[in-house]
């Protein structure tokens, strides 16, 4: 068995969104086996486990990750992340990655996959609320697939705003109250809130939407009118009802499973599509397992390992 290293050192972004965008694909085409994520509450935080079966990659295993909102202050990252890959021959673990910083990128990727099918427009300007691990995921992701002009930024700490805006120097950035960020072509939440921040009123026709902050039930991030407005697309329809943005929508009657325009692996196979240019658009990521295998079949090409007995 080996354990992975530094998995994201190195690792393409554009080759991430490929791979990405393919197991989307096959989730759409009904040839992959993930049941949903399992949520076990902590004092402080939870953990999941997310198991899969990706065939076309000849890969299986499970994700383990945390949320602790708390744990910046002890130094922490809020997200934690182990892989262990089984080999699907014998059910053999073959390999334990480091999959902390290969979960931002998967979810980056996740939403740069949204982006390139739902955007209606390949030149955006991009809105981006929260200036977490997650919010530089998203614009680093997008910007491989499209051209962004300029970045509007919102955050609670006018510093970590500061350094978000130093880390993309190449794009003209400028901080704004929420409403100001809301007015652009793609907006990306990534916040952990558990009321509304972004208001239906302020989001103008045509614009898409990745809400990708509310990955557990009770969080969420948009107005529920604004659900209402638009097509949502999901990554997996039983876990975007459970923890997805529209959990809380749908537990108090507001939103319907029904309502539930199409998966994005149904869009990224063409079943599924915007339906009008002036529309809204909004992707609701939770995050998939199939996502992990994609990411961990690459980063056990290129990553560091060292080699561990087992059994």
Known sequence: MQYFT??????????VNLAVESAFSDHGKGLVLMPPKVYVTLPEGDFRTMP???PSLSIAGVKIVNVHPGNPQKGLPTVMALTVILDISTGEPVAVINATRLTDMRTGAAGAIAAKYLSSKKEITL????????????VAA???ELKIRDIKVW???????RKFADRFMEYPCSSGSLERVCDCDLLVTTTPSRSPLVQAEWIHEGT????????APGKEELD?????????????PAQAVHSGEINVPISQGIFRKSDIAGT???????????ERKEGITIFDSTGLAIQDLAIAHIAMQQGKKIDLPFP
């Open 142 to 144: 997008i910007s491989r």
């Open 224 to 236: 529920p009118a604004l659900l209402k407005r638009a097509q949502v697309f999901v990554d997996d």
């Open 264 to 274: 994005l692996g149904e869009v990224v196979i063409g079943r599924k599509k915007r």
């Open 127 to 138: 809105g981006v609320v929260g200036t977490g691990r997650q919010a530089e995921a998203q």
């Open 52 to 54: 899969a079966y990706l």
């Open 155 to 161: 955050g609670c700490n006018p510093e970590h705003v």
């Open 208 to 215: 898409h939407i990745n809400a990708i902050g509310a990955d």
């Open 6 to 15: 530094d998995t994201d050192m190195g690792l393409d972004l554009s080759l």
